[in-house]
């Protein structure tokens, strides 16, 4: 066993991910709102290692940009997981240390796992014991549980299909041995691809034993399908809804609320079933959030009351105190502390004054065809139900407008603006109708 060694991290992600048959890089594929790859940077940062290396394809422009700031090397061709690992030889020039290669496609891996494999000496490899392990590596092991040879699922016979214990795919060698070890990797097996899983036994030969560390099935499974990364989703999904009850948040129905891996909530926040939690939405403490409502990119205070049935779009702010109703759609817009909107508005592009009350039906028309707009609404302005505001206005501090109104012109402080034709009484004219009608 060796402690302290230096680590460098090489991930691997310039597969094609052709099971996933997707437009999108595999490891761009996002688990709670997060690509799979930063979900696995994160864990190799807890290892604090040298270096972190990502090998991606040519064209995989969008992967290089979300690990920075770690360094991307180009796999030109997809030739196997053993010649993936060539492109980082450069950046591992001098190193020191060991070199633990993970697969971008694994996105849940322990970090105590990972730290049992640095510690031995030599060569280690992870291995779990799924239930189903078709499509993963075999792995035969010597009498005193070292590693023997792995080998793929394609180039198993019948018999070697039952062998229960599979390779997890993720690797820890001297990076002393590395760059020789690659140089001997052949293309002799059914998918003529050059594997990682082959190092091993060349290592063998130069007499190096590959220890077997075990991970448990549940969090060590590759993602190639898309039901695997629904699989993963719903393990995140868990793994986020218990962190948020664990600082002291409520969820009645826990398996119904979906977060982000940035979702932040406070303590004593209630979250009611059905509520989705788009990427950067912070929660301050003592909020309640009402069934079916949807929130992305917000910025929300401490008791705040939001839904039911609410839409919080990004940049928007919602105050300490503020209530946003049901049926309410909130974009790029800040509630003042304790302003309230409680039914059936769309408040666009707007700064709204603290305590303002903007009544039911209210409509900011903040978009011209061309150009959004903003609109100001003052400290405890009373906004009439069914208004319509036609941005860019500005709306003074206590400012009141009647209810159904159109509004296209400032309103100065504490006036009352009135945008809707007058209502005029006819006497008698219903009975004559009536009569005209029904020959009464
Ligand atoms: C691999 C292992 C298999 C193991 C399984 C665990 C090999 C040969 N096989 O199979 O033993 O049981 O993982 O999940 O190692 N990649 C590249 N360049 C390439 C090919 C792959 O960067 O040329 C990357 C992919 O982006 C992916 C990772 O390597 O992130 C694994 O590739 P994948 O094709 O998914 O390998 P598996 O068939 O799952
Ligand atoms: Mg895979």
Redesign the pocket.
Known sequence: MTENTPIAVV???????TRMKSDL???MHPIAGRPMINWLIETAEKLNPEKIIV???PDMDDVAKAVRPYQTVV?K????????VRPALDMLKGFQGKVLIL????PFLDKNILEKMIKWDGLSVMAVRPLSPA???RMVVHDDGTLDR?I??KDCTPEQKEIRL????NFCIPNAHLENWLAQLKTDNT?K?????DIPQIAEKEGFLTYVVEADAQW???I?TRSELAEHERMAQTMLRNKAMENGATLIDPNTVYLSADTKIGKDVVIEPNVYFGSGVSVGDHTVIHAFSHIEGAQIEANVEIGPFARIRPKSVLKQGAVVGNFIEVNRSVMGAGAKSKHLSYLGDAIIGDKANIGAGTVIANYDGFNKHTTTIGEKAFIGTNSTIVAPVEIGNGAMIAAGSTINKDIPDNAMAVGRARQKNYAGWATEYRKAKSGE
């Open positions: 991930i691997l992600a310039a597969g094609k991910g890089p595999k490891v090998v991606t394809a796999q061709q997809q030739r196997g997981t053993g010649d993936a697969l971008g496609d694994e499509g993963l590596g792995i793929e699922d599979c390779n997890a795919g998918q691809e050059y594997y990682l899983t060590v499974w590759g190639n």
